[in-house]
């Protein structure tokens, strides 16, 4: 079996800089985390949380999945916003989606491995969430082609799931409580590391009604 000596190995060599930069960083860090943020993205392995937006570990709550899809069926994604929201009391949720994003394309081109091999597949459900999006936007994608017509995708599936956390329970009861809680929409580049706002923001001073 071979034991990945080389990650232990970047490990050692990471925590021996971090305590150089700063000895009591993981003192601490082990305390408690207090985000403010939670960062809901995509499972590519291109686009990780803290270091698009630069903070430090401890400042970013994070839930990802393939194509940051928020669905009221998943209640891995449903705790993590619940914790987010009740325990850590962030003030900021962002739905990150990304340019580029392989199920976006998978859905979106019905290239699915199930299709392939005749076998029944999982993430055939879970892009059938994506397939959806599509649909529902369909008359102005029909109006677009290659690549622009992928990006817009990408952009409307972060639409999408904004308006999905927005209906949650949870965060619906946060609002009628008074939180200060925001729900933001962006999406990332991975050709330049460029964040764009969606500007679909919305808090309590803002709640959409779809």
Known sequence: MKSLKNL?????????KIKKEDPAFFKNLSNQQAPEYLW???S??????NQIVNLAPGEVFVHRNIA?????????????IQFAVDILKVKHIIVC?????????AAMEK????????????IDNWLGHIEDVARFNKEELKELRGKQ?????CELNVIEQVKNVCNTSIVNK?????ADLTIHGWIYDIHNGILKDLETGINTSKKRKD
């Open 8 to 16: 232990f190995k970047n490990n050692q060599e990471w925590a021996k």
């Open 149 to 153: 017509r992928y990006d817009r995708m």
């Open 40 to 42: 809901i993205g995509c």
């Open 97 to 105: 989606g990304h340019y580029g994003c392989g199920g976006i394309k």
């Open 174 to 178: 946060a609002w009628n409580d008074g």
């Open 44 to 49: 590519d392995s291109r686009v990780p949380a």
């Open 111 to 122: 290239t699915k491995s199930g299709h392939k091999t005749k076998k029944v597949c999982l």
């Open 68 to 80: 940051n899809v928020v669905v009221h069926t998943d209640l891995n994604c449903l705790s993590v």
